[in-house]
């Protein structure tokens, strides 16, 4: 596997916990809530890692701000490259949104209290992740209200993770 050119993003699939990768040539910025001697890591990050030669690996978490030339994590959105993530965690709970903006994706991190109407109709997206920071009987219900508003959603709990590659 050729890594030079490789731009990538991992969204793992954890049992209780969160990571994504983002992948440039041999190097990653990994946003988690694991740490490094953790079994989730070990089982199934650092492989991953591994199997895409990464061998420089900065690990942030969630809720930081943090930026380099191509990675601008800051204010509950994540940018690599033009790939853009938007964050949806307890913060966001009850509000109300204006404006329509463009998000590559939309990542509901952590139980927030939201309606996925109001999301549809406040932002444009892709796909909805739900990572495994989330009850499962929240899961169920974005699951259940995804299908009605017609949002492609990816649960990533007890599923294989979800890969981005932005060469293609």
Not at 20 to 38: C, H, M, P, Q, W
């Amino acid at each position: 596997m050729k890594t030079y050119h490789q731009q990538k993003i991992i969204f793992f699939s954890l049992k209780n916990n969160f990571a994504s990768a983002f992948i440039y040539g041999n190097k990653a910025i990994l946003v988690t809530d694991l740490n490094e001697r953790s079994p989730e890591f070990m089982f199934s990050v650092q492989p991953a890692l591994q199997l895409h030669k990464v061998d420089d690996l900065i690990i942030k978490p969630a809720n930081s701000n943090y930026k380099t030339s191509n990675f601008i994590m800051q204010d509950d959105q994540i940018q690599f490259y033009d790939y853009k993530i938007l964050i949806l965690s307890k913060k966001f709970n009850h509000k109300i949104f204006q404006g329509y903006p463009q998000f590559s994706a939309i990542l509901i991190h952590d139980d927030p209290i939201i309606d996925l109407e109001n999301i549809k109709t406040s932002f444009n997206a892709d796909i909805l992740l739900a990572d495994a920071t989330n009850k499962a009987y929240n899961l169920k219900k974005y699951s259940i209200a995804a299908k009605k508003s017609a949002y492609i959603l990816k649960i990533l709990r007890k599923n294989p993770a979800y890969l981005i590659d932005l060469n293609k």
